[in-house]
């Protein structure tokens, strides 16, 4: 039996919609989940607050985010082919399962001052529901919504992105409320460790509540349904879109996984250089030379919720656009409008504010776009059949990139000089950098053509093979 | 309750935090134009 082995009433066959079930509740579903594991990208509120109750650098700390977006991709790698076969609901239980318990193994740590059980429950627990979350709804939203799938991945995918707008600005509020001594808008205040563990039990509760919702709800359309109106033809007479099925084991032999993978890895990359770096980046830009910054702390936080707003703006925009323009288009606009906006943004973002923030803006919006883009991409090359699992594969590209982008800025800015010493002169190095990677990607998506027939599944087999996997 | 009700029911359960959070981030970003 699979150690994730579960009850029948979980199953795929038993999530098969009714006839005449609305499509449009499985959006919400899938956001339920997505919300709740977007939280992740707002562990910096309480970062602060573990340093000081552990008494461990923020390296230490760091590692808890960083062991959780490796396990996000690998689970997502490992896990993938299980997620296309047992059906949305049960990965859906599963992620909640893993992702509530690291919340209560973590808060277990902290109020314990054992800092591997935090490493265990958020980073390792947590980083398992994660991946199994972020794909659990992706190939059920676009078996439902084949008219147009860039719009049903990105509805979802852009939770991830609203989790931490919703997450970090709950948890200001929560911490405070739990430790009355906190004020966030006194520099220098952090909330006691016990505040943080208490917080970490709400979010188990609240977050068990909200993805026990979308399991409940989640549907897969009975074989052979279409909305109404829709023309399959319509969608096979487009360039890259096959009709025909190519299995995950296949998908990774051929070029055109690895050419996504390094468009996504090369997308990501560039995105995360701004994002891991923005509050400081821009007031460095505008540092004059007595070392005294034009823009404010204050004002560098506006500027970071704004990249939030983009990035998940980003999500939903540009992959429904792709429903429009298709995804190697999209793409192209992505890397090519971005290493434009890169280079404008090392060159002239000094010279004002206003632009400074809109090439930023621009880069994040594309960042968020890639990420929710990328499986209707895969859709649209690969088929439907296991585009669950091939998605899964295709996230360690995400763990790669966490990695390398991060690196290649903070490698560059350290041979520039101490930090609150830095100008806009110290990040062209590494920007110029991220212009030649997202290059790198843009030649990689211009390589993109068909599958080859020789990967596909046997026709006879493909469907009744899916039908008997699923 | 209805198909059409479970969608605005679904809709606003997700609906509801995000729009939280979107306005909580823009009272933040607006600190940009004026901190």
């Not at chain 1, 709400?202 to 919702?213: D, I, N, P, R």
């Not at chain 1, 989640?218 to 109106?229: E, L, S």
């Not at chain 1, 990040?427 to 068909?450: I, K, S, W």
């Not at chain 2, 209805?2 to 939280?20: D, M, Q």
Request: glycine content about 12%.
């Amino acid at each position: 039996m699979s150690p994730l082995a579960a009850p029948a009433v979980l199953d795929r066959q038993r999530t098969v919609a009714p006839p005449g079930f609305n499509r449009w509740l499985v959006p919400p579903a899938a956001l339920a989940v997505h919300l709740c594991i977007g939280q992740v990208y707002a562990t910096s509120v309480y970062k602060n607050a573990l340093v000081s109750h552990f008494g461990a650098s923020q390296t230490q700390i760091g590692l808890v985010f960083s062991i959780a977006i490796v396990m996000l991709g690998l689970s997502a790698a490992v896990c993938g082919t299980w997620v296309d076969r047992s059906g949305p609901r049960k990965a859906m239980v599963a992620s909640a399962t893993c992702w509530v318990s690291g919340f209560l193994v973590g808060a277990l740590g902290i109020a314990t001052g054992q800092l591997w059980l935090l490493y265990l429950g958020y980073g390792v627990i947590g980083g398992i529901g994660l991946g199994i979350g972020y794909i659990s709804p992706v190939s059920t939203l676009i078996k439902w919504f084949p008219d147009r799938p860039g719009l049903a991945t990105g509805m979802a995918i852009m939770g991830f992105g609203g989790g931490a707008l919703v997450a970090s600005p709950l948890s200001t509020r929560l911490l405070s409320l739990y430790d009355p001594g906190y004020d966030s808008t006194v520099t220098g205040s952090v909330p006691s460790g016990s505040a943080v563990a208490l917080l970490f039990v709400t979010f188990a509760v609240v977050y068990g509540l909200f993805m026990s919702y979308g399991a409940a709800t989640i549907r897969v359309p009975a074989q052979g349904w279409a909305p109404d109106g829709f023309d399959p033809a319509s969608v096979r007479s487009r360039s890259l879109v096959t009709t025909a099925s190519v299995s995950a084991r296949n998908a990774v032999r051929t070029p055109q996984f690895w050419l996504l993978w390094v468009v996504l890895f090369c997308n990501v990359t560039a995105g995360i250089g701004i994002l891991e770096q923005a509050s400081p980046m821009i007031q460095d830009f505008f540092r004059s030379g007595g070392g005294a910054s034009a823009v404010s702390v204050a004002a560098a936080g506006g500027f970071v919720g704004l990249l939030s707003m983009a990035n998940m703006a980003g999500r939903f925009v540009w992959s429904s656009t792709s429903d429009v323009i298709g995804r190697k288009p999209m793409y192209t606009a992505y890397l090519g409008v971005g290493l434009v906006a890169y280079f404008l943004l090392a060159t002239f973002g000094q010279t004002s504010t206003a632009l400074f923030v809109l090439f930023a803006v621009v880069i994040l919006s594309f960042y968020g776009g890639g990420f929710a883009t990328a499986p209707a991409y895969l859709r649209d090359l690969f088929g439907t059949f296991q585009v669950g699992a091939i998605h899964g594969r295709l996230l360690t590209a995400w763990s790669a990139a966490g990695i390398a982008g991060p690196l290649i800025v903070n490698r560059f800015l350290d041979a520039q000089g101490d930090p609150g010493s830095l100008t806009a002169a110290a990040y062209r190095p590494a920007l110029l950098t991220m212009v030649a990677v997202l290059a790198v990607g843009f030649v990689a998506n211009l390589l993109v053509r068909p599958v080859a027939d020789r990967f596909h599944e046997p026709a006879a087999d493909g469907p009744a093979a899916e039908r008997g996997t699923r | 309750m209805n198909a059409r009700g479970k969608v605005v029911a679904g809709w606003a359960l997700v609906g509801i935090p995000l729009l939280y959070g979107v306005v909580e981030t823009l009272v933040r970003a607006s600190r940009l134009f004026s901190g």
